[in-house]
């Protein structure tokens, strides 16, 4: 009897040794990325969609979704019109059809698009005369969006011979233009909303009833991204059928708004269009706020606008200035107060994982890594990204360096439905950078859709993540966004048609919601008769200017140059650039450099500060336990033995920085709301004591400075050890009454310009005010002092 019981334990741990072994192997990954292998990974994210799609075809079609782990048809909640987060998406209009339409076309499943066209032509009257109550913002991105991305697509592309597209051509041949009609007829339904007394949109709209059978209590609460965001579909089909009042209604919303924008060029993110009344005071880049600067980006490009692009480069000086935080290895951008930039919230939201795929359309390349490899840590950690995310444990009880941190403390809101922002991103990296570790993200992500998100009809997310009990829901952007982000990525050959080199002359954008658009000046029916323009003070004047005058590809502002301008300072010749000017107005190269003797590198393994994000996150960074608990069983993306010994045929010694263990904390000097006035340049050229890439402040007041306190036996960040020498070498000073503190300051960001080593700030002399007296000083070779501590990288300037 022992002996049999002895062998069933060993049986069930042999079965269990399995397990865990298959388990590892299932987490085994290629990572060679040759063509036959990322086509491999094509195919399998296609099988996915195929997989979705068929089953919402099966058992969700003509509905709006498919309930993936019951098989269900999903629709409007009838019984109570205020279920907004179950009815905000779905209007029973066959949502998963509009959303991806496009989708369809990336796919090449002809047949697929064939059989929904002849539906929604047979049924193009009468569809959207439902009686049900829509989000104007996500019908108009979802299904507005998708309309005219297919009309587009099938009536600017494919009726000349494009490469790998020839199964298309009967479906454009017999293609008259219907679905532009059907997305007439939808914003002729929700441009109402639009027209209020305050020219601010309310959020709902019955598709058939109008605005008046909506309840007020589904009105109080429009977001800056809801109430701004339809600009550009709107602008779009305005353009295309000729009838501007879409775009004339939105303009009034976007430019009042924006001209409402805070001292510190901040926008709130909640707004009651009834009482015309902002409801908040607080701003971020994540839900309610992120697609208005991705639309002010977006517009820019599509229609060739500048004044879009002065909203979107002034709103990213401001967050670059107020509301981003990190060192070398890591970029955020909490929520803030408007009015002085102070961090609002400890956490930051899954939405907010777009930022850094706009960062790289933008131009703000080496922002964009920084930023991306914060989602990637999360992703590390939950195998998916929380709606919102703990980063920051603030210590209110003085007990925090004794708690015992969980999973749960850095869990805010607790579900992930298979958002695409980070997948979305991810692309945008790897077309920028070419770099493998993001095909190695999208190889891991791929696996996970495959195992733990797949369900019977489709994919489903988690309701909570903190122990994975599954959604049962598989929302229209799993199909149009997730997959067809991570199907982009792995089109390493380019054969998907918006990677051919035909689309190079075009100004196209993904819309928020993934779909491809551009303008061609030929479809514009407004470039030809009177163009509304409106100012922020609300004033209309008429005009035949022609927003899109010259060749499509003229999106030029991102490669001209920054001409540096001569200034007398003290008799002395100056040359000096507006730092952020020149950011912005050329797109920033790889900052990766590979080894020219290496074929295979991905560049991430020679950033020192790869690893510097895990220590400065590292509470917040903890696995729930029904995850494995170990970082090297091919979850952790960066530490895949398989794609690191592939991929570092270099000579590497992985070497990281120590962290750094001096102070960190951020001064206003003067008035915060005086920032915009204040002068921040960098030195271009000179014939003085100022080298070029010094920063020329004249005056201090108005500033927003992050300090370093550098203290004896402390590492900084440069890695260096604060020794007694060097604070002593630093405090020189004449006046005998100043008594020194055994530290010094170190300016790492001044108005949101950061400084690196061995760059210096040059002031004017000034006279300390009453109150600063007692507090400031200066040495004898023109150092600022500030209560006894010397400023290692602020020199006063004399002639």
């Known amino acids: 009897m022992l002996l049999k019981r002895l062998s069933s334990v060993i049986f069930i741990h042999l079965i269990l040794l399995c397990t865990f072994i298959n388990a590892l192997d299932s987490l085994s990954f290629n990572s060679s990325f040759t063509k036959e292998h990322l086509r491999s990974l094509s195919n399998e994210t296609k099988s996915l969609f195929i997989h979705g799609w068929d089953s919402y075809m099966k058992y969700g079609f003509p509905f709006d979704e498919v309930r993936p782990i019951t098989c269900e048809a999903y629709g409007p909640d009838y019984k109570n019109v205020e279920n907004s987060v179950r009815n905000d998406a779905m209007g029973n209009i066959s949502s998963t059809v509009l959303d991806n339409l496009d989708t369809l076309i990336i796919m090449k499943e002809y047949d697929q698009l064939e059989y929904v066209l002849s539906y929604l032509k047979e049924n193009q009257v009468g ?4 009686n049900t109550i829509v989000q104007v913002f996500e019908t108009t991105i979802r299904h507005l ?13 494919f009726k000349n011979k494009v490469k790998g597209y020839e199964g298309i051509r009967k479906i454009v ?38 605005l008046k059978s909506v309840p007020p209590s589904l009105q109080r609460d429009a977001c800056t991204s809801g109430a701004t965001t339809p600009i550009l579909e709107f602008t779009l089909l305005s353009k295309l059928t000729g009838d501007y009042q879409f775009q004339y209604y939105t303009s009034l919303t976007w430019w009042k708004l924006w001209s409402s924008k805070s001292e510190l060029n901040l926008l709130p993110m909640t707004i009651d269009p009834i009482s015309n009344q902002w409801k908040d005071s607080i701003t971020g880049i994540g839900a309610s706020i992120d697609s208005f600067y991705e639309y002010a980006a977006k517009s820019s490009i599509l229609f060739n606008d500048d004044s879009m692009w002065n909203v979107y480069t002034t709103s990213y000086k401001a967050l670059l200035t107020h509301s981003a935080q990190g060192g070398l290895g890591s970029l955020i951008f909490p929520n803030i ?11 930051i939201d899954s939405l907010s994982a777009f930022w850094s795929g706009l960062q790289v359309l933008t131009g703000q390349l080496t922002d964009a890594i920084r930023t991306h490899v914060v989602y990637m840590k999360i992703w590390n950690t939950f195998e998916s990204i929380p709606e919102r995310w703990i980063f920051q444990h603030f210590d209110n009880k003085k007990k925090l360096k004794k708690k015992v941190f969980k999973a749960d403390d850095s869990i805010n809101l607790e579900w992930y439905p298979l958002r695409p922002e980070f997948i979305e991103s991810t692309y945008y990296l790897y077309r920028a950078t070419k770099d493998p570790m993001y095909l190695n993200i999208g190889e891991r992500i791929l696996h996970l859709l495959k195992t733990k998100y797949s369900a019977p009809c489709g994919l489903c997310g988690l309701q909570n993540i903190k122990n994975g009990i599954r959604q049962n829901r598989m929302e229209t952007f799993v199909l149009g966004e997730t997959l067809k982000y991570l199907y982009l990525l792995f089109d390493e050959e380019n054969e998907v048609f918006l990677h051919q080199d035909f689309m190079k002359g075009k100004n196209w954008i993904f819309s928020t919601e993934a779909h491809p658009l551009w303008l061609d000046k030929n479809m514009d029916k407004l470039k030809d008769n009177k163009t509304i323009f409106i100012d922020s003070h609300d004033n209309v004047t008429i005009s035949n200017k022609e927003l899109i005058s010259k060749p499509i590809s003229s ?10 301008f001569y200034v007398d300072i003290n008799n002395e010749n100056v040359y000096k650039i507006d730092p952020f000017a020149e950011r912005f107005n050329y797109c920033q190269l790889n900052p990766w450099q590979k080894s020219p003797n290496s074929f295979l590198e991905s560049s991430y393994y020679r950033w020192n500060a790869f690893f510097s994000s895990d220590y400065s996150f590292k509470n917040s960074l903890i696995k729930p336990r029904y995850l494995p608990q170990t970082s090297l069983d091919g979850s952790t993306m960066e530490l895949n033995r398989n794609f690191y ?17 001096t102070l960190f904390y951020e001064v206003f000097w003067g008035d915060i709301k005086l920032i915009n006035e204040v002068e921040v340049s960098e030195i271009v050229s000179n014939d003085t004591l100022m080298l070029s890439n010094d920063l020329w402040v004249p005056n201090l007041y108005g500033l927003r400075i992050v300090v370093e306190e550098l203290v004896i036996d402390k590492v900084d960040s440069f890695n260096t050890v604060i020794t007694e020498e060097y604070i002593n070498s630093l405090q020189h000073q004449q006046e005998s009454e100043i008594k020194f503190e055994k530290a010094v300051l170190r300016i790492k960001k001044i108005n949101g310009v950061n400084l690196y080593s061995n760059q210096i700030v040059w002031t004017l002399p000034f006279e300390a005010n009453n109150e600063e007296k007692s507090a400031i000083g200066i040495t004898d070779d023109g150092r600022l002092i500030i209560q006894g501590k010397v400023v290692e990288n602020l020199l006063v300037y004399y002639s």
């Open 127 to 130: 569809l959207f005369d439902q």
């Open 645 to 661: 010994d592939k991929f570092t045929m270099f000579d590497t010694d992985l070497i990281c920085p120590r962290v750094a263990t």
């Open 145 to 157: 969006g998708g309309l005219l991305s297919a009309h587009i697509i099938l009536t600017d592309l």
């Open 173 to 210: 041949e017999n293609y008259d233009g219907f679905l532009l009609d059907m997305a007439y007829d939808l914003g002729l339904k929700l441009i109402p909303s639009y027209k209020t007394s305050t020219n601010i949109p309310v959020p709902r709209i019955n598709l058939l009833k109008g």
């Open 555 to 564: 999106f030029y502002r991102n490669v001209s140059i920054v001409q540096p």
């Open 337 to 347: 107060n408007i009015n002085d930039g102070v961090v609002f919230s400890d956490w």
